[in-house]
């Protein structure tokens, strides 16, 4: 590798982007990570469920399958990033509660429960009080629950700074500029052109820009990813004395709309999350936070007490079958990585494993396959 030149060029710096480059770099490659603000997309604003189940819905069993291989990959993958930096990744096992507030909520349950145990996962069905028992600041009125014990959670931003830090550690060169076309030569992707004017040659280069991927020049129609925004604000609430405020995740219907608190060490509760097809616009609106917090409040009525310490949109990059685009492109030298949606938390460590074993010269695992994103080839992309 030279300075203009790498093994490998990764254009986006979110959880998808720093995972590959951190595994690759491990995998012995020269990298170079190209992205203007590695703290501004998704992942970012992630709550950090990492909910194998809980977040796909019925009939998405291609997601489903890339999710369970996705939550095995967690705890060795959060171990070796805490070793490699000595973060704490605020990564823990104690799973979801799943709440129901009235009688019909809570016999929607029972479905849920069992798919979860008919998949094998960890799940318990509980009343109410056994509910309460086990999260004291629940609402009284709940009637039932179904405690997810395969779920687990961390800290987005905690993870996104290990990942730098480690990254770093292990040789990858962070280019903080923007990526404005992949080069090709001979119907090859042959490096990246950067906005100011500059090239970055590479071996191979890997797409990982989230929901901007689709915008990045330079490529064939039926290899531009047919990804989209997909806009979803998110509101943090803290405890005044920063003492933990729930033990694990809590999930419920409240007035028909999924709502879910995310508890963090330091006392914070992150609250999301809306879902809107608003093309890239990040507003935060009042509608937005104020349904979120009356939501919340419905569950764990004490987070009005709270201070309320952030209020953020970020940009989930949506594919058409919400399942995710890993793998090697129709454009040789070009694999892509994008499309998680909703599970780009819980999927990079699994992702991250499957691009590597592609740029160290192997195959992408077979439980990728139904990622590959030569399923779009026929689409002419987002651009045409
Ligand atoms: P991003 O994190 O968006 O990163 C893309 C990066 O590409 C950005 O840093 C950007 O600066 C860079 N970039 C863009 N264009 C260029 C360019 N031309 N050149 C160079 N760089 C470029 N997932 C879960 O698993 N669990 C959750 O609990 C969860 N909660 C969520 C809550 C909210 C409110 C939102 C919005 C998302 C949530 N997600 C969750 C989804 C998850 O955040 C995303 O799937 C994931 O972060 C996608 O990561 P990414 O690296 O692909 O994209």
């Given at each position: 590798?030279?300075?203009?030149?790498?093994?490998?060029?990764?254009?986006?710096?979110?959880?998808?982007?720093?995972?590959?480059?951190?595994?690759?770099?491990?995998?012995?490659?020269?990298?170079?990570?190209?992205?203007?603000?590695?703290?501004?997309?998704?992942?970012?604003?992630?709550a950090?469920?990492?909910?194998?189940?809980?977040?796909?819905?019925?009939?998405?069993?291609?997601?489903?399958?890339?999710?369970?291989?996705?939550?095995?990959?967690?705890?060795?993958?959060?171990?070796?990033?805490?070793?490699?930096?000595?973060?704490?990744?605020?990564?823990?096992?104690s799973?979801t509660l799943l709440v129901a507030l009235?009688?019909?909520?809570?016999?929607?349950?029972?479905?849920?429960?069992?798919?979860?145990?008919?998949?094998?996962?960890?799940?318990?069905?509980?009343?109410g009080r056994e509910a309460r028992e086990l999260e004291p600041l629940l609402t009284p009125g709940v009637r039932?629950a179904?405690?997810?014990?395969?779920?687990?959670r961390?800290?987005?931003?905690?993870?996104?700074?290990?990942?730098?830090?480690?990254?770093?550690?292990?040789?990858?060169?962070?280019?903080?500029?923007?990526?404005?076309?992949?080069?090709?030569?001979?119907?090859?992707?042959?490096?990246?052109?950067?906005?100011?004017?500059?090239?970055?040659?590479?071996?191979?280069?890997?797409?990982?820009?989230?929901?901007?991927?689709?915008?990045?020049?330079?490529?064939?129609?039926?290899?531009?990813?047919?990804?989209?925004?997909?806009?979803?604000?998110i509101v943090t609430v803290r405890d005044p004395a920063g003492r933990r405020v729930m033990e694990r995740t809590v999930r419920g219907m409240v007035r028909?709309?999924?709502v879910y608190l995310v508890p963090r060490d330091d006392g914070r509760v992150v609250i999301g999350?809306?879902?809107?097809?608003?093309?890239?616009?990040?507003?935060?609106?009042?509608?937005?936070v104020s349904r979120l917090l009356r939501d919340g409040a419905a569950l764990i009525p004490a987070i009005e007490e709270l201070d309320l310490v952030e209020t953020?949109?970020?940009?989930?990059?949506?594919?058409?079958?919400?399942?995710?685009?890993?793998?090697?492109?129709?454009?040789?030298?070009?694999?892509?990585?994008?499309?998680?949606?909703?599970?780009?938390?819980?999927?990079?460590?699994?992702?991250?494993?499957?691009?590597?074993?592609?740029?160290?010269?192997?195959?992408?695992?077979?439980?990728?396959?139904?990622?590959?994103?030569?399923?779009?080839?026929?689409?002419?992309?987002?651009?045409?």
């Amino acid at each position: 590798m030279t300075a203009d030149h790498a093994d490998v060029a990764v254009v986006g710096g979110g959880v998808i982007g720093l995972g590959i480059a951190w595994r690759a770099a491990r995998a012995g490659l020269g990298v170079t990570l190209i992205d203007p603000e590695p703290r501004g997309g998704a992942s970012w604003a992630a709550a950090g469920m990492l909910a194998p189940v809980t977040e796909v819905v019925y009939g998405e069993e291609a997601l489903l399958g890339l999710n369970l291989h996705a939550v095995r990959r967690w705890p060795e993958f959060a171990a070796e990033l805490a070793e490699a930096t000595g973060h704490d990744l605020g990564f823990h096992t104690s799973g979801t509660l799943l709440v129901a507030l009235d009688a019909d909520d809570n016999a929607a349950l029972d479905p849920v429960y069992a798919y979860q145990t008919e998949l094998g996962l960890a799940a318990r069905r509980l009343r109410g009080r056994e509910a309460r028992e086990l999260e004291p600041l629940l609402t009284p009125g709940v009637r039932g629950a179904v405690l997810a014990e395969g779920d687990h959670r961390v800290d987005p931003r905690a993870v996104t700074e290990a990942l730098v830090e480690a990254a770093c550690a292990s040789g990858v060169t962070f280019l903080d500029r923007r990526a404005m076309a992949i080069a090709t030569d001979a119907g090859r992707a042959t490096g990246v052109h950067l906005d100011d004017g500059s090239p970055v040659g590479a071996g191979h280069v890997v797409l990982a820009a989230g929901c901007w991927s689709g915008g990045v020049e330079g490529l064939p129609a039926g290899v531009v990813p047919p990804v989209r925004p997909v806009k979803g604000q998110i509101v943090t609430v803290r405890d005044p004395a920063g003492r933990r405020v729930m033990e694990r995740t809590v999930r419920g219907m409240v007035r028909g709309r999924t709502v879910y608190l995310v508890p963090r060490d330091d006392g914070r509760v992150v609250i999301g999350a809306t879902v809107e097809e608003q093309g890239f616009d990040t507003r935060v609106t009042a509608g937005g936070v104020s349904r979120l917090l009356r939501d919340g409040a419905a569950l764990i009525p004490a987070i009005e007490e709270l201070d309320l310490v952030e209020t953020r949109a970020g940009l989930r990059p949506g594919s058409p079958d919400n399942v995710p685009l890993i793998g090697e492109s129709a454009l040789p030298g070009l694999a892509v990585a994008t499309g998680h949606y909703r599970n780009g938390m819980l999927l990079a460590p699994a992702t991250a494993e499957a691009i590597t074993a592609l740029l160290t010269g192997g195959d992408v695992p077979d439980w990728a396959r139904a990622a590959d994103p030569a399923r779009f080839a026929g689409d002419r992309g987002v651009r045409s």
